[in-house]
């Protein structure tokens, strides 16, 4: 499977669907997108994680530089990391928490719950 970044908006989110692996040759896409979201003027990011199969530290950099972009604009970024998801359940779930990270992020398990004010994260 091929990396790719992909972006939508659904309401006031603007959504980015990663695809692949998010290792050092990939997460400065993800990192070059995040930024192009912001510099367009959104503050609130979902970014879906859900296909990616394989995530390194570079990736988890990327996600935490993400979320200190979004503080500083007093934005909002949630992800969404099903505790099924790709290919061998989500990968990047596994890595955020054996990184002892996780807790510094808003997950939901799907696009609905992300994208809708009322839910709450998913419990770190």
């Keep these: 499977m091929a990396f790719n ?3 939508v908006e659904a309401g006031e989110w603007a959504v980015l669907h990663v695809r692949g692996e998010l290792d050092l040759m990939t997460s400065p ?3 070059q997108r995040v930024h192009d979201v912001v510099a367009d003027g959104h503050h609130s990011l979902v970014v879906d994680l859900s296909d990616v199969f394989f995530c ?3 990736g988890v950099g990327v996600l935490v530089a993400a979320r200190r972009l979004i503080r500083s604009c007093q934005g909002r970024l949630r992800l969404i990391l099903p505790d099924r998801g790709a ?3 989500s990968h990047v779930n596994r890595v955020l928490g054996a990184l002892g990270v996780r807790r510094l992020f808003d997950v939901h398990p799907d696009l609905d719950s992300a994208t809708t004010e009322e839910a709450g994260p998913l419990s770190a």
């Design 29 to 31: 896409v993800l990192r």
């Design 56 to 58: 390194d530290s570079s």
């Design 5 to 7: 970044v992909t972006g």
């Design 87 to 89: 290919e061998d359940g």
